[in-house]
C-alpha cells in the first residue's frame, strides 16, 4: 500500500534479535566482520575525538590570562566561549549530510583540519571580535566530527554488543582529552612556555597528529555496504522526522545536553558556592564524578539490547535526581557521595547514539544526517543548560534552585523514556500482525 511501511521477514528477524534489518544483510555479506583493521580505524577515531576534547577545553584552564591579554570582561568571554554551540546547532544538519555524500575517511579529515584553524585562530586572536569568531569556527568542523564518528561505528562494527561497547568507548575520548588538557595546560605548558598563545598552539598540534594518524587507519576498505531495497527504508530530514520514534529520541536530546552540558559547566561553582567547597576540592570531587561517567559509558552501552535500553536510561535519570535532591538536603560532609553518583549522566549520550542507531528509519545511507540532525536539535539543550542554571543561581533561589530545575528536567526526560519504551514494543508486536501472524 502506498505510504505505508513494507514489513518483511529480515524486519520481523530485526525485532526479535535486536538489530536494524540493513545490519542483518552486512552480517551475511560482510567478509570483514572479523577484520582486526576495525579496531585500528577505531583507534583513530579515538585520537581525533580526544583532540576534540583538547581543543574545546584548551582556553577554559587559563582563562584569566587570555582575559588580560585580549582586555575582555567576564560577560564578553562567556560570549565568545558559547560561540561553538550556538554555530552548532545551524551546521550540524548539513555537516550529516556531507558525511553522507564525503563518506567518514573524508569528512572526519575535514572536520580535523577546521578544528585546527579554529585552534591555530585562537592562538592569533586579537581582540574579542577575532576571538569569537575563532572559537565558533570550532562549529563549524566539530559536527563533521560528531555525526562522523558514529556512522563510522555503524560501518565497521556489525556485532551489536562489539557496536555499542564502541560507542561508549569512543564518547569517553572527548572527556579524556578534556581532562588532559585541565591537568597539564597550568602545571606544564604555561610554565614551559609562558604564553597562553603558544599553549592553545601546542594543544591544537595534537589534532594534526591525530588528524594525520586517522588518515593512516581509515585508508582500509570498510566491509561491504550494498543494502537490498527492501531491507530498509530511509530517506532525508522528512523521512527521519515522519517517525515518532526519532522525533521523540531528538526531544530527549534536548534534555539530555541541557542536563549534561548544564551541570558539566556549573557543578565545581555549585559545589564551592552552595556547599562550601575550595575550588581544589570541588575540582577534584567533580573529577570523580567525571570517573563515574567514563565508567558507566564504558559498561552500560554494550548491555543495553533494544529492550533494555528504556530501562538503563531512566535507570540513570531516577540516580541523577535523587543526586541532586541528595546535594540540596544532605550535610555537606556528604556531598561527595551524590556529586560521584550524578557522573553517570555522562553515559546518557552514547545510550541515546545507541538509541537512535537502532531506528529503523536510519540506515547507512543517512545514518550521518540523522546524527547531524541529533546534534543540532541537542545542542539547544546544551546552550541552554548553562544559561539557565547561571541565570537561576543569580536568583534568590541561588544554585539551589538550580538543582531543583535540574530535578525538575530529569522528571520530563523520564515521561520521554515512557513513551519510547512503549513505541518500541508496538514496533516490536508490528511486524508479525503485519505478516498475518
Known sequence: MKGSRRFDSNWVLSAVDDSPAWEHHLMA???NHGDPNRWLVFGGLFGIYFSFGVVVMSIAPIVDEVRADLGLGRGSMGLALGAWQLVYIVTAPPAGRLVDRLGPRRSLALGALVIVASGLARATASGLTGFWFAIALFG????LVSAGAPKVVGIWFIDVRERRFAIGAYNTAPA?????????????????TGSWRVTVAIETGVMVVAAACWLLVSRHSPPSM????HAHETGGIRSLLAEAEV???LAFGIGVFFIVHGL?????SVLRSHSGFSAMAAANWTALGGAVGISASLLLPRRASRDRLPRFLAGILIVIATGLVAVIVFPTALDPLPVAAIGVRSALIPLTIVMLMDCRAVGPENMGLAFG??????????V???LVTGWVGDTTAGFSGSLVVMTAVCGLLLAVVAHLSSLHGREVGSPKTGTGH
Open 176 to 192: 579524556l582529552g578534556g581532562m588532559v588538557t585541565l591537568v597539564l595546560s597550568n602545571s606544564v605548558l604555561m610554565p614551559l
Open 264 to 268: 558539566g559547566g556549573w557543578l565545581p
Open 140 to 143: 563549524v568542523g566539530g559536527p
Open 384 to 386: 541552554a543548560g548553562p
Open 29 to 31: 555479506t560482510s567478509t
Open 373 to 382: 540532525m541529533w546534534f543540532a536539535v541537542s545542542e539547544v539543550g546544551g
Open 247 to 249: 522525533r521523540s529520541i
Open 226 to 229: 550494498e543494502v537490498p531495497e
